[in-house]
């Protein structure tokens, strides 16, 4: 039996990992923790736009999107349009992204998620009830904090799973 290559084995990987990151970024929590979920989805697409550019894009993240909106029950498009905006924004920075460290990467996260959830609570107050605190960056703080051993691991799976 032929042993999969890492370019076959690499497209099933990818849609695994950005499903299991839409599962973690619906699961409920308790009213008081859920400020301090990060962008699940929002790392993952970042990860894998910026590891695999050619293969995840726009169109992954608009669907993602529509996903969320169906799960969240949030207006139709408002994820999948940010979302589609992270990939796009991933894609303009993606040359300067991968020649920078682990530590900058993880600042260009907290701009790049920061700026989403910047526009996110945009369209809250156009679309809905609105807050005006800056709690709404918790998430992408915590995206940023966690990026360094993120993206290791993803990197050392991936390997795991192209040598196997």
Known sequence: MAVPSAANL?????WCSLLLALCLQVMPLAEGWQIWRPDWLGLMLVYWCM????????????????LLDLIEGAVLGQNALLLSLLAFLCALVYPRFRAYSLVQQALMVLVLLGSVQLLEQWLRTL????????SFLTPSLIGAL??????????VLGRRLAGD
């Open 146 to 155: 966690l990026w360094p051993w993120f993206a290791t691991l993803f990197n």
């Open 51 to 66: 590891k695999t550019p050619y293969r995840v894009g726009v169109f992954h993240a608009f669907v993602l999107g529509i």
């Open 127 to 134: 679309l809905g009830p609105f807050a005006i605190h800056l």
């Open 10 to 14: 690499a497209l099933p990987w990818i």
